[in-house]
């Protein structure tokens, strides 16, 4: 199935979850934040959270400093 991560078209499995794709990315949950159709995910929500076709995700990064 085809979903846009951070406006880049990419091919992924059928019933990719979140946390997969967290994992498939190589990314750290903890430092991170998902949308998906604009909408807010909830940390909580990423292992049962499944993609579908067409689907828009943004993932931003938390960077700390000071």
Request: glycine share 10%; hydrophobic share 45%; no cysteine.
């Amino acid at each position: 199935m085809h979903v846009i991560i951070n406006g880049d078209l990419q091919v992924v499995h059928d019933g990719l979850t979140i946390a997969e794709l967290i994992a498939q990315l190589g990314l750290n949950q903890r430092r991170i934040a998902v949308e998906i159709n604009r909408e807010i995910i909830a940390r909580e929500h990423y292992p049962q959270r499944r993609l579908n076709d067409g689907d828009a995700v943004e993932i931003v990064h938390f960077i700390g400093g000071g």
